[in-house]
């Protein structure tokens, strides 16, 4: 049996009755330009490649079920199956954006690991005791009010209530321990930042 | 005016598949099976 001289309808006809050979042929006399036509779209010899099999295996499906109605047209047919999987390719594509690093774009400068350097878990032990000592040199009464509030995390009603003022006078000591705070770090050339 | 569309380079028009593409399209068409039932379901089989 000569394929090579045979037309598409006359292989697909005898691939639909068993002859696997004739795939083989369809296969050999259209894969050019199919596989081309994936490649200009998609780019990337990997991804038509897989394009390609999948328009295959709906060819073959087609073929076998019985559903191929166009007798004459085969690769038109073919192209139309491989443009539509690449539509479905472009649109998984843009559901799941990929990223890739590159010269001037580089994912991990956006996405950063939160974990604490070794370095950094040393500073902030450090900040933790320099400023332990400055709240130690703060008057007893917004030593007091900062206590509650920061480490035992009061409201400022709570702290009035509990240190016998007025919400005022809480609120007024705090900003008062704050300021001060603030004076301790500078006479005392603390930093409290990283 | 032309009309030719130019592609862009290493994506020649005479790209061909690789043939181990080619091959698993093979597999797959050898394993491929359909039946109908009487009541006209149709089935979808891999063969092993």
Redesign the interface.
């Known amino acids: 049996m000569d394929y090579k001289a045979m037309t598409d309808a006359e292989l697909v006809k005898l691939y639909i009755n068993g002859k ?1 050979q004739a ?2 042929f369809l ?1 050999a006399k259209h ?2 330009r199919i ?2 036509y994936i ?2 779209k998609i ?1 990337n ?1 990997d991804l ?2 897989d394009v ?2 999948d328009t ?2 709906k060819i ?2 087609t073929l ?2 019985g559903n191929y109605n166009e007798e004459g047209k085969f690769l038109q047919w073919s192209l139309r199956i491989a443009h539509n999987l690449v539509i479905d390719h472009f649109r998984r594509q843009k559901r799941i954006p990929t990223i890739a690093p590159n010269d001037e774009y580089d994912i991990f400068k956006i996405l950063k690991d939160e974990t604490p350097t070794a370095e950094n878990e040393m500073i902030q032990v450090q900040i933790e005791k320099d400023l332990h000592k400055l709240i130690l040199l703060l008057p007893e009464e917004q030593l007091e009010v900062l206590k509650l509030r920061h480490f035992s995390g009061l409201s400022f009603k709570d702290i009035a209530e509990q240190t016998g003022v007025s919400i005022n006078t809480a609120l007024g000591r705090m900003r008062y321990a704050l300021i001060n705070l603030r004076k301790l770090m500078v006479d005392n050339k603390v930093t409290l930042s990283m | 005016m032309d009309k030719t569309t130019t ?2 380079d290493g ?8 043939a ?3 091959q ?3 597999n ?3 394993s ?3 039946q109908k039932t009487s009541n006209n379901f ?1 089935f ?1 089989m891999i063969k092993n």
Do not use: G, H, M, W
């Open positions: 696997e795939l083989s296969i894969e050019q596989f081309s490649l200009s780019q010899r038509a490649n390609f099999q295959f295996v073959i499906k076998r079920k | 592609l862009k994506y020649a028009t005479n790209a061909r598949p690789d181990q593409t080619i698993n399209i093979l797959f068409s050898r491929y099976e359909t149709q979808e």
